[in-house]
């Protein structure tokens, strides 16, 4: 949460680029949704020179903007590099560099970390990747602390996602960081996708599909658990609610969400607090007890472990926005 939201965006893309990714980008940060309340941002896309790219599914762009544009954007991502074996461009990189060094937040999908790493960006930070190609980025630039198995990971002003579809949770969280819960929630509720996913979640879980009887069970009870975040749950509780042993519960909970069920009820309370701190005028304690952490001391706990600030200081932060 900085003190000045971002509203000038600048996408980088070269040769080869995911459009997938690309998509995404654009569909959040370059599709006008003003009238609906949402904020509006100066988006564009650039490459080292203007002009038509075509990207890894056949899909020619025309980039109307050059590396000069990333000297304005407040946000800069870079998506999906093609090839590993090539280098970014030494303009391109120290276009990155000096976009970081005045301030804006870097921010990359997919094999886009390979870019930041090449800019000596990612050197000493964690940071994450699509989980096929970390291994031959690390390699490369050892330097950087790879975190293969998570969907993002933050580190202030560098923001890394995983593979291309991780993109939506990426772009997802900076806008929950910087305009809050409540912007973060409407426009996934505008684009049909889950609000949150935090970040630490797998990208992928290798195991089998559940018997669909026991998956719709399971559906039920995070439904449920949802709805009553304000309740002392426990383990033993959920799983007698969906049929199940607790240790096959948890089982099944993790192959399902990627988080065990105490991660998963954490990282939900702490999202219900979010929204009752930017959308009720209620007292610390009363939002603690509403999202089910009890006590405004734990409340505090956990949101200056998750979000980096006390709860009075997010509400005073988007309460202003």
Known sequence: MSAHPFRSVAAYVSDGFGAFGLGIVSEIFGYDRSGRGLPRF???????????????????????????????????????????????????????RAAYDRGATIASHCTGAYVLAAAGLL????????????EAIAARYPAVRLEPEVLYIDEGRIVTGAGSAAGL???????????????ATALARDLVVPPHRDGGQAQYVAAPVPDLCEDNRLQEVIGWARENLHLPLSVE?????ALMSPRSFARHFKAATGATPHAWLLGQRVHRAEELLETHDLSVEEVA?????????????????????????YRRAFATR
């Open 123 to 134: 050197d000493g930070r964690r940071a994450t990747t699509h989980w096929r190609y970390a």
């Open 169 to 183: 949770d990426l772009s997802l969280h900076l806008l929950r960081r910087e305009y809050g819960s409540g912007v």
């Open 237 to 241: 509780q959920l799983a007698a609610r």
């Open 42 to 96: 100066d988006f564009a896309v650039c490459a080292d020179v203007p002009g038509p790219l075509r990207s890894d599914t056949g899909l020619t762009v025309l980039v109307e903007h050059g590396l000069d544009r990333l000297a304005a954007a407040d946000l800069v991502i870079v998506t999906g590099w093609e090839d590993l074996a090539a280098n970014p461009s030494p303009e391109a990189l120290a276009a990155l």
């Open 289 to 313: 007890r509403m999202a089910g952490f009890g006590t405004s001391a734990a409340l505090r706990e956990q949101f200056v472990r998750r979000r980096g600030v006390p709860p009075r200081d």
